[in-house]
């Protein structure tokens, strides 16, 4: 075993390292780069030079409730696909690929958007558009990892001519939607802008009485406890109005949901 790595870093190096990591993060908030992490990655981004040396860690036992969520989510897709919901109020040459869902099956914090854009149709895969990296960089503020959330859509097609899904197309794909979150059971639902959050709330009210206020789910076939809901502004809405209030706004719900997660601020 190499003795040098071994050594465990001294409370000064640590401390250096620790201010190294706030001003770079501080430099990146000054160029402009907002929603950088600011709180509990920096406690763990010690450089590498300076971590004691991690002992090998054993392999991680199959975790039974992560398969079983597997199987479930293959099969509710497998019928979404036989059903077609989407039939009818699109035809298969209006959309390319199915956008199901994307991350972790066992996540805390599930997101809810509305529908799959051109970039999201183009890869079968939520949020990875222009919004989708602003959510990305909501993700890293919040010292989250994009594979450990899971991330779903109300639409799982993309709508005829990029509309905003209507209350008919919405309840024609909510069954699916709220058999979703039955298998990943997250202890927090994220809801991103009035479509999604009207319809997980079972809610007629508009977005600005809806976010920033603690909500709970109770749909069907939800075994156990009523998950907290969240509601807050779509990546896409703060994009087109990207003023300092909104992201104040988006910023001050996410650390909301970072404390019930006990994602708690570094020191
Ligand atoms: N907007 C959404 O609501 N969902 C996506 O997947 C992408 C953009």
Same mark, same amino acid.
């Given at each position: ?175 699916? #939607? ?6 990943? /059971?997250?202890? $927090?639902?994220?809801? %991103?802008?009035?479509?999604?959050? @009207? +319809? ?38 703060? #994009? ?6 909104? /992201?104040?706004? $988006?910023?001050?719900? %996410?650390?909301?949901?970072?404390? @019930? +997660? ?6």
């Amino acid at each position: 075993m190499n003795a040098e790595a071994a050594t465990p870093p001294s409370p000064d190096a640590i401390a250096k390292a620790r201010r190294a990591v706030r001003q770079q993060a501080e430099t990146a908030r000054l160029l402009g780069v907002d929603f950088v992490p600011c709180f509990r990655s920096i406690e763990v981004e010690t450089p590498a030079s300076l971590a004691p040396a991690a002992p090998t860690a054993p392999a991680l036992p199959p975790d039974p409730r992560r398969r079983e969520s597997e199987a479930k989510m293959a099969e509710l897709r497998a019928r979404y696909e036989r059903d077609a919901p989407h039939e009818k109020f699109t035809t298969p040459h209006q959309f390319t690929n199915l956008v199901w869902g994307d991350g972790d099956l066992c996540a805390r914090l599930m997101f809810i958007g509305e529908a799959p854009g051109a970039d999201e149709d183009r890869t079968g895969v939520p949020f990875v558009g222009r919004a989708g990296q602003l959510l990305s960089k909501m993700l890293v503020a919040m010292g989250l990892q994009r594979e450990s959330v899971y991330i779903a859509n109300v639409l799982k097609t993309r709508p005829p001519n990029n509309a905003t899904p209507t209350i008919e197309e919405a309840a024609l794909c909510a069954p699916y #939607l709220h058999e979703q979150i039955a298998i990943v /059971r997250p202890e $927090v639902i994220v809801t %991103l802008g009035l479509p999604a959050s @009207r +319809l997980v709330l079972d809610s007629s009210e508009s977005m600005g009485n809806m976010r920033g206020r603690w909500a709970e789910y109770v749909g069907p076939g939800l075994q156990g406890p009523r998950i907290p809901v969240m509601p807050t502004y779509h990546p896409a809405f703060l #994009l087109r109005s990207y003023t300092p209030e909104n /992201r104040k706004k $988006v910023w001050s719900d %996410l650390q909301m949901v970072m404390t @019930r +997660l006990g994602l708690q601020p570094a020191p």
